[in-house]
């Protein structure tokens, strides 16, 4: 997530509007450290929420919280005049969400690869290795906030679906 130098908001202000509240993740993006791996965690009770769905339906409600992530987050970050703020998370908790999805197809998987599903998700949504860094620096407004942590999301998928089906 490419974050302006912005001055800190005061929480109170961030907190003003639904579409604040929920960009930054239920406020779980106003941690002063590590906001990102914070709002990371939001993803769990999502991901919880939506695993008793078939992985098609899965993938269409992670697809439509895509959609309305490239929303709240572009009007938020407006709202801000900021382009992607630092404590904006709600593209940490869909591109966590998108991160888990083969575990659905490995219904029997430990519930220990949901921590291998996060250190992944966090290893490539902090180093942003190429093309996820591109389009970091070139995709603007609520997509673009979006995009990288859904590539980074997809990038971890791959991994981890890779990772279950040699150790599962």
Not at 2 to 15: A, F, K, S, V
Not at 69 to 80: D, E, F, N, P, Y
Not at 113 to 138: E, G, M, N, S, Y
Request: proline share 7%; hydrophobic share 50%; net charge negative.
């Amino acid at each position: 997530m490419t974050t302006n130098h912005q001055p800190r908001e005061p929480d109170r202000l961030i907190l003003t509007t639904p579409e604040h509240l929920i960009a930054f993740g239920f406020g779980t993006g106003l941690a002063r450290k590590a906001p990102g791996t914070v709002g990371t965690l939001v993803g769990l009770p999502f991901y919880f929420a939506l695993s008793g769905l078939s992985p098609w339906t899965y993938g269409l409600a992670c697809l439509a919280l895509f959609g309305f992530g490239c929303w709240v987050c572009g009007r938020s970050a407006h709202l801000l005049n900021v382009h992607d703020h630092g404590g904006i998370v709600f593209d940490e908790i869909v591109g966590f969400c998108i991160s888990a999805a083969p575990l659905l197809l490995f219904p029997g998987a430990s519930p220990l690869w949901l921590i291998a599903v996060f250190a992944a998700f966090r290893f490539f949504d902090v180093l942003k290795p190429w093309p996820i860094r591109w389009f970091d620096q070139h995709l603007h407004g609520g997509f673009g906030i979006m995009f990288d942590d859904a590539l980074a999301g997809l990038f971890t998928a791959l991994v981890i679906w890779a990772a279950l089906g040699v150790f599962s």
